[in-house]
């Protein structure tokens, strides 16, 4: 018994509220102690000389010890003699014990019960060990102490009057050991005090993790056997055990293995089939979708059976275990390359091929059998996995289209081609995809909100021709492309292409570049209108010169002109429309404002930002706009806080500082 409170808690005269009278008796007649006092600290223990338990640990060698808290650290006992012999076995020692003793031990004077073979302890007398203080806490900080260990030991030899349980040692096969005949020899040493009963032997082909006799009556009076191996497989994993009866009451056992496995690799031993490793059937995906494909994958080894290499593995997909049909399965591939080893992963998959070409792939449940030859020509036993086909689902989604840009096109640029990216499902993914809608709106709408559907491609054409959408038609247009698959899902695609167009008069016109153009070359932005000349007001390349002029007379031109930036003077030959297309810019476009004036451009088609918005945006202190009838420059100071500004048009915008300004679209 051990416990630090125990005689504290039982005894009437601790104030104890475990305290009972049968708690009480208990002490008495049971642990044959009577309560002396719970001191509130020890700092060690010390054995009481000549005592077979704790005699070794008298002064000087005594013990630490480590309390569980303060008052928690054991109790003081006197002993009781009650109808046998009480010896004391250790005392409290240091911090503010009394140095008292602290356990017993007790015999009793005569035997209990009636001897009987099938009885073990009856005929014997009585014995008690009350450890009133925790043996865990002495050298409490010391992990696995060896003094502790011997406490215990001690104790239970007294109990067992004084038997030491005999020592048994396997000396051979002690591991790394290959045996390829048909005997082999073990031998073991025993150390047994009071002398052997009888000796068993047994085996283990798996490591130890199950024993299996060798011979269950080896006798007393030998310590080697001559081990009869012919009728075992081969294996590299088996090891013995002894295990040594004394001739004790009770008897007692000491037993020993093999330190290690050792092989056993005789020609013709391997007689049994490899093993398919339980849980190592694997169905990927599972389930699987009808139109899908599938993976089989299994270990099969032969490590511990024969011990020859893998030749082959093989799979059945059916409801009951194909008995009888060894080698006519489907043959699986091992990962490595090679069936050249005692352990192969193996797999198999359909290789592209729909799961429901296959004979079994209906849907429902299914079980795959996987089991292997080995290089002795032994087929193993089967293990198996099930998994589940599933109806191929509906089509719930088709990849959008993207990257939608225009261009005019045709004769007199009357038409608009829009070319975009196809769709990831047109020609590869799920190639379903069978056309490309086209919806086209004429005021601009982030969301497409009110476009309508003006025709389609077919699937695998990236371009869609807006016939008599260009020049020529004043208005301005909006596109957006929709992939469209067989199941009728749609996906629009990121982005809008447009066209603008704006009618020119004859003489001086301030323009700008609303779209994102796939050319922004002179005579391309402005291959609409019959010109003659175009200025470009920019001090950042010569502030003493900061008009740049293009001349068609002269033949050559400063390119950059015509970005979605800046605001031009245009001189018109004739009237008629400025048209282009390319993409919308989205969200917005960010013009950088220099101080001092700066003509720029509004490239969004916003129909609601006002002078106030641009005022307060930039901190201008003045914005001029184009008027045909202010004289002498066809400029109007804007004063109007509610004017809108006009999409393609130009502006004068005069800053104090520089600024960035950002245009929002839509």
Known sequence: MVSHDVAWASHPASGSQFWTPKNYAFLKDSLKSEWL???????????VIGDPIGGIYAPPNTLLYEEFRNGGAGDEVTALAAGGTTDYVFKSLGGVSNNDNC???????????????????GGYPSKVVAFFFELVQINYFTVDDPERGDIVNKTIIWLLDGSYHPIAEVSHPNGGEVFSGATLDVYWNVTAPVGVANQS?????DSGQTWKPIDLAVGNATNTYAWDISGLPNGDDY??????EDSSTPPLNGTDTSDSTFSIFRPGGDTVGPVTVPGSV??????????????????VTDELKGDSNIAMAEYFVQDTEPIGLNGTGVMMAPKDGSYDSKLENVTWDTGGTPVKNFGWGTVGPHTVWVHGLDASGNWGPFYNATFHIIPTPPDRRVLPPSGITADLSGVAFADVTLTYTLSGDDGAGENDVVRYDIYRGTTYDAFGTG?????????????YVDGNAGNGDGSNYFYYVVAVDDDGNENTGIGQAGKYTRWLTAGVNLVSNPLIVNDYGMMTVLQTVSFDKVWVYDPSVDPNRPWITYDVAK?????????????AWINVLADGYFTLAGVVPTPSMTIQLEMGWNLVGYPSFSNIYTLWDLLN???????????????????RHMTDPFEVLTTGSGYWIHVSAPVTWTVMQG
Do not use: C, H, Q
């Not at 032997?201 to 082909?205: E, G, K, N, V």
């Not at 476009?451 to 371009?463: D, H, K, L, R, V």
């Not at 001029?624 to 002498?632: H, I, K, M, N, R």
């Open 37 to 47: 006092d719970d001191p509130l600290d020890w700092g060690g223990i010390e054995g």
């Open 103 to 121: 356990a017993i031990r007790w015999v009793s004077s005569m035997a209990n019960g009636t001897a009987d073979p099938n009885i073990t302890w």
């Open 201 to 205: 032997l047994f085996y283990s082909d």
């Open 239 to 244: 090891m013995v055990k002894i295990i040594v």
């Open 282 to 299: 694997r169905v990927t995906p599972n389930p699987v979708i009808e139109t899908g494909n599938v993976t089989f994958d299994a270990i």
């Open 451 to 463: 476009y309508i559907n003006i025709g389609n491609s077919p699937a695998g054409t990236n371009t």
């Open 555 to 567: 033949g050559y031109y400063t390119p950059g002109i015509t970005d979605n930036f800046r605001g």
């Open 617 to 635: 945006a930039t901190n201008a202190d003045r914005v001029e706009t184009y008027d045909p009838a202010g004289a002498p420059y066809n400029l």
